[in-house]
């Protein structure tokens, strides 16, 4: 399949960034894919991060043509990762990255608020999302990081980008 080239991509569009583009079906995940690392332009990971969460999430079969119409579209742009500390995170204002080994698990910031989540039960879901037991985010191995995000669907803007400190 080919897509067309993007036009050349200015102002911010042009800065390298990260980003996740989550789609959504009747309000049901139907794709959610990113990238971490601000190795492209903006334009260019949001793109690439749209066709993969389109037709290569593994948790999804890719969507179909009828599928698009009622689509909702939302991207989140990332700030760089921070070395974080538990007590130091803010529900619906910090995503967090759990990382022990070859074992990574990210989750939004929107994710904790969307479930209604305490701060223990956002961190014990990114433990299981990178494989690991529950309370791995305890243990002095396992690493930790946040970051802010820049919420934006055809919706609504939600505004999640405060930075963190020393971001």
Do not use: Y
Request: charged share 20%.
């Amino acid at each position: 399949m080919r897509f067309p080239d993007l036009p050349p991509a200015v102002g911010r569009l042009a800065d390298p960034a990260g980003a996740f583009v989550t789609l959504r079906s009747n309000g049901r995940l139907r794709g959610c894919m990113g990238c971490i690392d601000a190795a492209h332009a903006l334009a260019e990971t949001v793109a690439q991060c749209a066709i993969t969460a389109a037709l290569q999430d593994p948790r999804f079969k890719p969507l179909t043509v009828e599928e698009i119409a009622g689509l909702e579209i939302e991207i989140s742009v990332i700030s760089e990762l921070q070395p974080a500390r538990p007590e130091g995170l803010e529900l619906g204002i910090h995503g967090i990255v759990v990382s022990r080994g070859a074992s990574r698990g990210l989750l939004l910031p929107q994710v904790a608020l969307e479930h209604n989540w305490s701060a223990t039960q956002f961190l014990e879901a990114a433990c299981r999302k990178a494989r690991l037991e529950p309370s791995a985010w305890r243990g002095p191995e396992t690493k930790l990081f946040a970051f802010t995000a820049e919420v934006f669907s055809e919706i609504s803007l939600v505004p999640l980008g405060r930075q963190l400190a020393g971001g």
